[in-house]
Structures are given as C-alpha cells and as structure tokens.
C-alpha cells in the first residue's frame, strides 16, 4: 500500500510540475506565483512547494519584482533561467545535413548545417558524418555546465513507432532502423518526419519561453502546416498538438492526388501535389534546370527572381502550383474542420503576397466558407524550422517529465 501511495505522489508531482512549466512557457508576460496558482489551478501552498523545486534546479530565476497594483504587495516573477537545461535537434535532408542546440529560454546555444547534394548518398556515411559533426558541440554543452535533456531527428520521410524510416523517396532511403547509427542510439534521439517538426517550431511557448508576436499563432491553435522543399511537407496540429494519426503517418498532403492522369511521383502515384508543388518540379517547369540538377537549391533565389520579373515559364509554374496546393489545402479544410494554414519552406520566401493569392484561391472551395474565416500564414522566420522543432522536442522531455531531471 505505501508504495502504490508513493508511485501515485510522484506522478501528481510530475503533473503539477508539467502544469506549471507549461504555463511559464505559454504566458507573454513574467508571472509570479500567485499568478500561477491562479492559471494552474494549485493551490498557493503547492506552487510555492514547486517553485522551490524549479529554483532550486536551476530551471527558473526570479526576476526584478513587479508591483501588482498601486496599494498591493510586490510580485516576483519567475522566469526561465539560461545556461543550464538544453535540447539537441539534428536533420538530415535532401539538400545537406545539420544541428542546433537550444536553452528554455530560446536561446541558440550553438548551430551548424553542412550543405550537401543527398543524391544516393549511402545512409551510413551520412549519419557517420552527422555523428562526426554533434560531437563537439556535445563536449561544448557538458563543458558549460549544460545538461542535455533530450534530441530530436527531422527526416524526409514516415518513421514508425519504433523508430524505423519506413520510406524516404527524395533520399533513396527505405527499411531502416535507426538505432543502428551510432548517433541516434548514443543520444537516444527521437525520429519524426520533418513537417511534424517543422510545425512544431511554429508553436508558441511548445518547449521554450514564447516569443511576443502579436497576431500570429497561439499556444493552443489549430492549423495545417504546408512546406516545399524538394516534396511537399505538411503536418495537422490541432490544439497545440501534432496529430501524427493511429500509425504515425498522418498529414502526408504532399502525395495526395490533384491529377489521376498527372505525372509519376516518386512514391509510386500518379500527380500528387509534389509533382506541382514541389521545389524540384517548380524549377523544372520554369526552364530553370532539367533532372536531378532541379532539386539543388540554388535554383531557388532565381525562380524567385523569375516570377517577381514576371517570366513567362516561372509565373505558369508558380500558378499552377498555387491551384494545386488550395485543391488539396480546402479538402483538408473540409476534412478536418480547420481554419488556419502555415506555409513554410520555398513558399514562406514569398511572404504575404503568397499567402493572399493562396487564402482566396481556397476560400471559394470550402464548404463552410461563409462561417468560416480562412488564413493563410507565413512560417516562422527562421532557415531550418525542422531543425528547431527537432532540438524543441529534446527540450519537451523536461517539460512532459520533469521528475526523471530534478532534484526533489
């Protein structure tokens, strides 16, 4: 009986912890403890118990004390404390392969990407290589008195549940276990597909401090999460959450069908959204290069320039990408019962003139279009948003099971 008690108080602990750094990271604002208790829930005795315990873990730090009002006692906020918890993120894409390393507080602790053609690259070179390249920056954290939480890995492609990359068509990579890489079993890092965790980067306060970015995406929204690279990526998170499906394939827009008839994709179907959308079939419909040479992404800023120049060939390319992405964007809308679509990847270089010209292409396709106000965003500005979900998703180990870190 007294260890089924003591099981039981560890777990609500785990809980409450979880509540607590969830709320710090969600707030746009330094909240103090009466403020916690009051958006957690606890009672002011437990949050004072917990606030210690993140104290005195070096989690959170009090900061300068606010006074709450005119005649009312000073509030001291906490609010995360850098230099002591970070999150690894590693990728490997079709265009190179990188890291960044990541605090509570936002903060890029180290980051480094080593541009590369994937064309049949052999995967054990490739991760050798990636384990090559974390290494340092791992002897970097420890000698900084960083602790690593936990690591992601952003792929190309479906990974199951037990960690195998099922297919990678824009790789040449199937069938794989990654715990045989060195890198991935010595770090115990989590696999996912890259849109996942690219979408996971556009969430606010997911596992770090959320920025202040008035209008954007909040901590809780839905939304569908659309990027070009060389396929077509995307992702459904709803409530804050991504929904990866019963299997952990889910949201694999890029290959739904806009044409029976279209050209062969490299996923065995026929006109997929990839073969419209996707980086490398946009720079070959513009007459910018030909064959594998399409998929470098150098191209990129000339198709920009192209269509900003009014070309001809780039201007049908991009047109006809657009119609595509709002026929398989307004389905999804119809399907899922969601308002809000995040472009990134190729189609966030466009910014808002984009994004305008996609929202009114789907709004006349979806069927509740007069209750409902459809957006259309631009990602995050940052070069590699998988990456940074990635180390973000090391990081959330802390946030989802704080008592396997902290010293109670």
Known sequence: MARSRSINQDDLRNHNLSVVLSALMQSTVPLGRAQL???TGLTKATMSLLSEILLKNDVVEQIQPLRESQNGRPSTPLAFRSGKWAGLGMQINTDGYGYIAVDLTGRTIGERWVPCVMDDADPDEVFAALDELVRPVEADLRDGGYRLVGTGLALPGLITADQRLLNAPNLGWSNMSLDRFDVVSRLDAFADNEANLAAIAQIPGYATKRPDRPGSLGPSDS????STDVGVGSAFVRAGNVVRGDHGFGGELGHVSVEMNGPKCRCGRNGCLEMYAGRRELVKTAGIAEGDAAARSEYVDELYARWRGGDTKAVLAIDQA??????????????LDVDTIVLGGFWSGFQEDICTRLRMRITPQVL??????VKVLACRSMEHPALYGAALTGLRRLVDHPVDYLEI
Request: charged share 10%; net charge positive.
């Open 37 to 39: 208790a009051k958006s």
């Open 368 to 373: 509740a279009r007069y209750v409902l106000d």
């Open 322 to 335: 657009l119609t595509a992405m709002a026929s398989v964007a307004a389905s999804a809308i119809n399907i």
């Open 223 to 226: 939304f569908l999460y659309i």
